[in-house]
């Protein structure tokens, strides 16, 4: 079974940008989404631990 899930204030550019991927890669808006909110996660943690190695 599907699960669904529904997202507020995501900004209209970032939906015709989210449209034109799936078009161009032929994959699931969640499989996007996953990848999207995964490479975000390694950014932000891993320049904290970069940040944190430094000081």
Known sequence: M???TSFR????EALDKLRELRE???RFV???LSDAISQYWMDVFEEEECNDTVQ
Do not use: L, S
């Open 24 to 26: 161009v890669e032929q």
């Open 30 to 32: 969640g499989a996007i």
């Open 2 to 4: 599907r699960k669904k």
């Open 9 to 12: 204030g995501i900004e209209e």
